[in-house]
């Protein structure tokens, strides 16, 4: 069975944030200091990679094109909510597609989040309420302005729900 336009632009959708997911991470994993940051970062890189992988071989095996031009979340976060620069708003950030993505796959969430929390520790927790709030506001944002995208792009045909 074939994917509809809709799901192909979603799947890659995806796949290319899964890859500028693991990008993101390995180039942190080469600019900090902490050691045990570092492994971490490498370990999520590689998870972020291998998602990325089972998405890309998944499409093609569907039948469907991949697109690296589809744009990404963290490209919609950027626009939305500015480009993350501070550690704990990349931190946050990461977490908070951790949560989505593992949500989608129907995975234990937090899993290998769970670093993340802990760094997080090391911050003013105000500090990280504050970003919690922000990239929420700004994740409430991009997902309604997707879906009303996607149903402008795709309305002909795929109005199903
Ligand atoms: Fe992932």
């Known amino acids: 069975?074939?994917?509809t336009e809709r799901e192909a632009w979603l799947a890659n959708f995806y796949r290319n944030s899964e890859l500028h997911g693991a990008l993101?991470?390995?180039?942190?994993a080469r600019t900090m200091k902490d050691d045990t940051l570092l492994v971490e970062m490498t370990a999520h890189c590689a998870t972020e990679a291998r998602h990325a992988s089972m998405l890309s071989r998944a499409i093609a095996t569907a039948g469907a094109h991949l697109d690296p031009n589809v744009p990404t979340i963290q490209e919609a976060y950027g626009a939305e909510g500015g480009v993350p620069t501070a550690l704990v708003d990349i931190l946050v950030l990461s977490e908070t597609l951790e949560a989505i993505v593992a949500e989608m796959e129907a995975k234990h969430g937090a899993e290998h989040?769970?670093?993340i929390e802990q760094a997080l520790d090391?911050?003013?927790p105000a500090q990280v309420e504050a970003a919690r709030q922000k990239w929420q506001a700004v994740d409430?944002?991009?997902a309604s302005r997707i879906e009303r995208d996607l149903d402008e792009r795709f309305s002909a045909g795929s109005a199903r729900s």
């Open 140 to 142: 409430r944002a991009v």
């Open 1 to 3: 069975m074939g994917l």
């Open 122 to 124: 090391h911050f003013e």
């Open 113 to 115: 989040a769970g670093w």
């Open 24 to 28: 993101l991470m390995g180039r942190l």
